[in-house]
């Protein structure tokens, strides 16, 4: 896996929690189960980016597409 295909600085992720960490008080969290990764993504541009397959989102104003891992969740769970 390819860290900077799957997220960038500023993403809203899903994950889940699978260790409280050490004693710096880090969490270790994961990504791997498919309804887990990027929820919220904005392109350079600052618009909301548009998942177009569940490894590619596309920025609606300048049609860029960036990888990401888009979590697979529900619509109805979504808000805008």
């Not at 960038?8 to 260790?19: F, M, N, Q, T, W």
Request: aromatic share 8%.
């Amino acid at each position: 896996v390819e860290i900077y295909k799957s997220f960038r600085p500023g993403d809203i992720v899903l994950a889940k929690v699978i260790s409280l960490g050490d004693a710096q008080s880090n969490y270790l969290l994961t990504t791997a189960e498919n309804e887990l990764g990027v929820v919220v993504a904005h392109s350079e541009s600052g618009v909301q980016m548009v998942p177009i397959s569940w490894c590619e989102m596309q920025c609606p104003k300048t049609h860029i597409k960036e990888f990401r891992k888009v979590a697979r969740v529900q619509p109805e769970f979504l808000q805008t």
